[in-house]
T-cell receptor, first 112, second 110 residues
Framework: AQSVTQLGSHVSVSEGALVLLRCNYSSSVPPYLFWYVQYPNQGLQLLLKYTSAATLVKGINGFEAEFKKSETSFHLTKPSAHMSDAAEYFCAVSDNSNQFYFGTGTSLTVIP | KAGVTQTPRYLIKTRGQQVTLSCSPISGHRSVSWYQQTPGQGLQFLFEYFSETQRNKGNFPGRFSGRQFSNSRSEMNVSTLELGDSALYLC?????????FGPGTRLTVL
């Protein structure tokens, strides 16, 4: 079975600072990789996805992620944090069976 | 296109009762997956239905069941509710390879 590890269950950054949320996956086949964001009392919203095209993937709200096969990583970054970025972020991996495996989530706090 | 809808949004039940949750996927999507989200366990996969057939299944007891209708709408049922079943239940419809989530049903078991 595949698995996803998100390092750091809580991350705090100052407004305007770099956001870096870490995700590592285990997969024996080229995976599909995703980042989702969840605001309180809402479902998950897709931020971006990697589906074996460009390794640097740009998403919504200024986020991007880079697929590094050698490191089995798919870290999420944003150059400048905004207050509205405060939320829970989930990394997920999927294989050809359409079964998704989610990380445990990282709660992002943005300090004004 | 309308998004994924889930009903009801909030539900309060007592131990031993059963509950049915409903999910309407995005039009044209044939795959529906269900997840349980709790603060301690995160997102846990329950099962996936595709064209009325269960295609994938997570590691949950038989009290948790689901089905999918010919119009792709899906229901999940939990029988003999336990306190630990209190959670946010999320439904996701899929146009592979990505999933689109509904707002969830918040189930509280007293």
């Amino acid at each position: 079975a595949q698995s996803v590890t998100q390092l750091g269950s809580h991350v705090s950054v100052s407004e305007g600072a770099l956001v870096l949320l870490r995700c590592n996956y285990s997969s024996s086949v080229p995976p599909y990789l995703f980042w989702y964001v969840q605001y309180p009392n809402q479902g998950l919203q897709l931020l971006l996805k990697y589906t074996s095209a460009a390794t640097l993937v740009k998403g919504i709200n200024g986020f991007e992620a880079e697929f590094k096969k050698s490191e089995t990583s798919f870290h999420l970054t944003k150059p400048s944090a905004h207050m509205s970025d405060a939320a829970e972020y989930f990394c997920a991996v999927s294989d050809n069976s359409n079964q998704f495996y989610f990380g445990t989530g990282t709660s992002l706090t943005v300090i004004p | 296109k309308a998004g994924v809808t889930q009903t009801p949004r909030y539900l309060i039940k007592t131990r031993g009762q059963q509950v049915t949750l409903s999910c309407s996927p995005i039009s044209g999507h044939r795959s529906v997956s269900w997840y349980q989200q709790t603060p301690g366990q995160g997102l846990q996969f329950l099962f996936e239905y595709f064209s009325e057939t269960q295609r994938n299944k997570g590691n949950f007891p038989g009290r948790f069941s689901g089905r999918q209708f010919s119009n792709s709408r899906s229901e999940m049922n939990v029988s003999t509710l336990e306190l630990g079943d209190s959670a946010l239940y999320l439904c996701a419809s899929s146009a592979e390879p990505e999933q689109f989530f509904g707002p969830g049903t918040r189930l509280t078991v007293l």
